[in-house]
């Protein structure tokens, strides 16, 4: 079965185009556009009238790849979710596309991003995993085991919510990456409790956050998501790429090998939130996945249709 999935998230809009079959999916198109949704929803409350319109000028340009498909959804996240003018944006969508907008609510979210991250692993293999989800607005932990979820939680800390608080110098400055760290540092610690976090051996790094600094590390030019794909970052590596890229201008930033340009303004703020992660679960390392809530989402949809 061919299927067609879209992520409208708060900083990326993204599309995956594929045949699902037993359990399995063969990509055929993947793509994935900076749109900011979410700008500005932390301080309005609204999505802003510029970002909605950035998002269907993506989807106008993914509209014919999706044609071809036997079954289309969008998964719309956290700045929809948060958004006082969310419920007329997905209806927008549905009215514009054909598409299947769903809102998803944090327990969806989390199902979804876990089963997508775990589709390729045998049923019990592998430790204690935290799948790690750094979007726009927020950050998801889904916490699970032998192909199980046990905890999640969909935490208020995102690359463009962390940005636009707490990042407003260029380069951002030395008290303002500290009051950034201190707010993620919180976050993650009361949003997941010490019981669960002691329990965790492993760490899967998914979305742009943690594929980029996969990216950045193995200097891909071009973007390669074949070796990006269980690529494993250590921590010492983070803490070294965060203290170079925060020293840049963002003019610099936009030139750094493996960073997407549009990825420049948010990065920063996306490894902090990463190493918080790491250091509230006490791990050295996490593995970058392009298997996300994409895949979960396409593997979620063949089986409503009964072709899984």
Known sequence: MRVGVVDVGSNSTRLLVADVAQGRIRELDRRSEVTRLGQDVDRTGALADEARARVFAVLDGYRAALEGCDATTAVLTSAVRDASNGADFAEEVRRRYGLEARTLDGDTEARLTFLGATAERAVGDGPPTVVIDVGGGSTEYVVGEGGAMTFHV????????????????????????????????????????????????????????????????????????????????????????????????????????????????????????????????????FEASEHDILWGAALTLAADAGAV
Do not use: K, N
């Not at 949003?191 to 051996?201: D, I, S, T, W």
């Not at 790094?205 to 250590?234: K, N």
């Open 154 to 285: 969909s935490t208020q800390a995102g690359v463009v919510r962390q940005t636009e608080r707490h990042l407003h110098s260029d380069p951002p400055r030395h008290a303002e990456m500290e009051a950034l760290a201190v707010d993620v540092r919180e976050v993650v610690r009361a949003a997941v409790p010490e019981a669960v976090r002691a329990g965790v051996a492993h760490a899967i790094g998914v979305a742009g956050t943690a594929t980029s600094c996969a990216a950045i590390e193995l200097a891909l030019e071009p973007y390669d998501p074949a070796r990006v794909q269980g690529h494993v970052v250590q921590s010492g590596e983070l803490e070294w790429m965060l203290a170079r890229l925060a020293e840049m201008p963002l003019a610099q930033r936009r030139a750094v090998p493996g960073l997407h340009p549009d990825r420049a303004p948010t990065i920063v703020a996306g490894i902090v939130i990463l190493l918080e992660a790491l250091r509230a679960f006490e791990l050295t390392e």
